[in-house]
């Protein structure tokens, strides 16, 4: 199934210093290069093999210190403003031939360094360099990986040792289910993120050389070091803690922060009843007798029902989709009005005693499951109506705008269909026939019900033996007596004073 689209948030909160850069001075004035980045449908040409380019978010300015000059010390942590540690972006998957869907790869790099002879103009014009430079210099070595240039590092676990089921010949699917495992991508990052440092370790140095005074360059600050965090979109569905750990040039930072995503498209299918037609069916008399009353007849009574279900999809946060397709079950339903076939149940199964007289005349079958207004376009709704009782799914597949087409021709696979889509779903039980009993029936088990009640709460002991009360004379019938009672007290403690069974029926009766 589709990935969904997320809005993605990563968020750096705490500066912890375990060790100073400058052992035995006052302490450090460090502060932080903060981008966030992304690849997903917008950045990636879905070629074999793919090409990537990838988008960079840069924030507001550097700010000069975390916590003001001279001020950080080993032991002391510092909190790191919101402006400073949180970019946030939206992911969108993207559909790459023969390897399915991509769910958007995330991620922020973070640069710390020690203030020490720079102005911050100078360090800006560092900054900026850096993020004009980033999204190049990664794209190219993204790419190189996809092409098998990093294949190394993506065959090895986080801790450097080579992980098992490498093939002789990896290919594209390889790569992209090496990024899934953890201990892959930490080793990727790792090599991708040295990488990119080398690279543009030159253009940071020109671009503070050109405006710093020979003063500054004398004493140019100090980079403590360089790490990114990386998660593909659908690892982001909760919020995930991660570190940062710094540890050149004697220091030893640890920057801590959460990643998370919410869907930008959450929807819900609503359904209503908008009309129930109800038609006596049949009536049958039944001698029965109720608790340890005399016996008496009742009526057994069973109606049909034709109800109308209108169903429609909630965008509960989003803007509302431009394209959707209704199934019910495993079949795709056209524009307008029609019917498909269905599989209708037997009564008995579902029917408690006595209405279970009435259930033998009602057999499973195939049977029409009326359909209307099954649109393809935004605010579309489906209506049914049914004639006859069963257990079917509703599902409605749906894209936005800039979505791929996943509505291809009719003869494109069901499960091809509901994979390009995003996809929500409901489960019904369509009721034809509605059993019940006279109202009479309903009023001599609540009397039965207040007589046991007050046996309960007096704790009277219960002894159906022939000295006591007998529920039912003859005997020979009471166990069977026993079994409706008890049966018909329990339908009456959760439904209240009137009993109604609703199931599956087709054909009562020799009736339609």
């Not at 790191?80 to 972006?89: C, D, K, N, Q, V």
């Not at 340890?292 to 509302?320: N, P, S």
Request: glycine residues 10%.
């Amino acid at each position: 199934m589709r990935p969904p689209e997320l809005d993605v948030t990563f968020r750096l909160y705490e500066l912890d210093c375990q060790a100073t850069e400058d052992a035995g001075s006052d302490g450090d004035e460090p502060y932080l290069w903060v981008l966030g980045f992304k690849v997903d449908a917008e950045t990636l040409d879905p070629g074999l093999p793919p090409t990537v380019r990838v988008q960079v978010f840069r924030g507001v300015p550097a700010s000069p210190w975390i916590a003001g000059a001279g001020s950080v010390h080993t032991g002391e942590k510092r909190a790191i403003p919101a402006a400073l540690g949180t970019r946030s972006f939206r992911l969108k998957p993207a559909l790459i031939p023969l390897a399915g869907w991509f769910p958007g790869l995330a991620g922020v790099i973070c640069l710390l360094w020690d203030q020490d002879g720079m102005t911050v103009a100078s360090s800006e014009a560092g900054h900026k360099a850096f993020d004009a430079k980033l999204g190049g210099a990664l794209a190219g070595e993204l790419n190189t990986m996809l092409a098998g240039g990093y294949d190394d590092a993506l065959s090895r676990d986080a801790d450097g040792n080579v992980a098992p089921g490498r093939p002789d010949s990896p290919d594209l699917t390889w790569r992209l289910a090496r990024l899934r495992d953890a201990g892959g991508r930490r080793s990727v990052v790792r090599a991708l993120t040295a990488a990119v440092k080398d690279q543009l370790s030159g253009s940071i140095k020109d671009a503070v050389t050109d405006v710093a005074s020979w003063t500054e360059l004398i004493d140019i600050d100090d980079l403590l070091g360089v790490e990114a965090e990386v998660y593909l979109g659908d690892e982001l569905g909760g919020v995930r803690d991660f570190q940062l750990r710094f540890t050149d040039d004697e220091s030893d930072y640890t920057v801590r922060g959460q990643a998370g995503g919410r869907r930008v498209h959450a929807a819900r299918i609503l359904s209503s009843v908008t009309n129930v037609e109800r038609r006596l069916e049949q009536v049958h008399l039944l001698w029965l007798k109720v608790c340890w009353f005399a016996a008496r007849e009742y009526l057994a009574r069973a109606f049909r029902l034709r109800t109308t279900t209108r169903f429609v999809l909630d965008i509960t946060t989003g803007e509302q989709p431009v394209a959707v397709r209704w199934f019910l079950g495993d079949t795709v339903l056209a524009p307008g009005q029609g019917s498909v076939m269905v599989n209708f149940e037997p009564l008995a199964p579902y029917v408690p005693p006595p209405q279970d007289a009435l259930a033998g005349a009602v057999r499973g079958r195939p049977g029409r499951h009326h359909v209307h207004g099954a649109g393809h376009g935004a605010g579309a709704a489906l209506r049914q109506r049914h004639t006859a009782s069963t257990s079917v799914r509703s599902v409605r597949c749906f894209a936005f705008a800039g979505d791929p087409d996943i509505f291809p021709p009719p003869a494109t696979p069901l499960p091809q269909l509901l994979d390009m889509g995003y996809l929500q779903q409901a489960t019904m039980s369509v009721t034809g026939v509605q059993l019940s009993m006279e109202h009479r029936y309903y009023e001599d088990v609540a009397a039965c019900k207040k007589v046991i009640h007050e046996v309960d709460r007096k704790h009277i002991a219960v002894d159906f033996g022939r000295l006591h009360i007998e529920p039912g004379d003859p005997a020979p019938d009471r166990e069977q007596v026993l079994a409706r009672v008890n049966a018909d007290v329990r339908v009456l403690v959760a439904a209240g004073l009137e009993i109604v069974a609703e199931t599956a029926v087709t054909r009562l009766g020799g009736h339609r």
